[in-house]
């Protein structure tokens, strides 16, 4: 590993150039990317059906849209989406340095950063809520606008405002490994680095996130209705029965999902670089590794 040969061109970029770039590594990346994205996706695909899955209707008729069923999907996908990149995340952490980083070295640090994920995601950031809150519903009653609407609300309320200004957290998990708490009083944990990290960038973050935001809404609306064609054109079917519901929807937001997590990620270095002069940081290190290996 050549810490001053990247993949990636280390130098900073605006929102634009960023967006841009994304597309690219995603484009390069494509296949690794669906597969560690699926390592994530996948299991929550299955926990969402069993907690929701119930509310589907039986009918196929395209005027019968179980808005309930996408109202709480989509609530639980928004709120998992950091959680399912977790190894989509760590894999472009090793791209950056390495020609083709191996699958097994990507599951078995997300593996070993388990328990900080769990904290991090299912407590602080509100999957573990929204679950118990799925899990309390009245599976026998009628809608409930307090528990299905009001609390949902809240919570994505929540993760938006956490994300909009604390972005980060899968890479500071991830790939600083920065760990929760710390005796001693030098060591740097998961909340100095955050706040070192996001504190002096608020303002720019905070537009970054829901410029990336906007245009991920419109690309997963985008992603699905060119699915949703793709069906009917085939099968001149054009109800969304549950196959469109139960894989087509999903599969759009994820995908869009996958490619937020790259921008993210992208964002990361680029904060880095502007605050940190990580390119510098990184060719010094380069250069001693090279003195250290020449001189012993």
């Not at 419109?218 to 894989?247: C, E, H, I, K, R």
């Amino acid at each position: 590993m050549q810490l001053d040969k990247t993949r990636i061109a280390v130098r900073e970029r605006g929102v634009l150039e960023t967006l841009d770039l994304a597309l690219h590594v995603l484009r390069v990346y494509l296949v690794p990317l669906l597969a560690t994205m699926a390592l994530g996706a996948a299991p929550l695909m299955v926990v969402n059906h069993l907690l929701i899955g119930w509310m589907l209707p039986e009918t196929d008729n395209l005027l019968d849209i179980p808005l309930r069923y996408l109202w709480h999907m989509t609530v639980l996908m928004f709120l998992e989406a950091p959680l399912a990149s977790v190894f989509a995340t760590s894999y472009l952490g090793q791209a950056v340095f390495l020609d083709r980083p191996r699958l097994r070295d990507v599951v078995r640090d997300v593996w070993k950063l388990s328990p900080r994920i769990v904290w991090c995601h299912l407590l602080i950031r509100g999957v573990g809520a929204a679950w118990l809150l799925l899990l309390a519903a009245n599976r026998d009653g009628d809608f409930e606008p307090f528990l299905d609407v009001v609390l949902p609300l809240l919570l994505v309320t929540y993760a938006a405002g956490l994300r909009s200004f604390r972005p980060f957290m899968n890479e500071i998990t991830l790939l600083e490994q920065n760990p929760l708490v710390s005796r001693d009083a030098q060591r740097i944990t998961v909340g100095r680095r955050s706040q070192m990290l996001h504190g002096a960038s608020a303002g720019d973050l905070f537009f970054r996130w829901w410029a990336s935001a906007s245009i991920t809404v419109l690309l997963a609306a985008a992603v699905y209705g060119t699915m949703l064609f793709v069906s009917g054109v085939l099968t001149n079917d054009w109800s969304q029965g549950p196959g469109m519901l139960l894989v087509a929807y999903p599969a759009a937001i994820w995908l869009t999902a996958m490619y937020l997590a790259v921008f993210r990620f992208l964002t990361y270095l680029d904060l880095r670089i502007r605050q940190e002069g990580w390119e510098v940081e990184l060719r010094v290190r380069a250069e001693a590794g090279r003195l250290v290996a020449r001189y012993g």
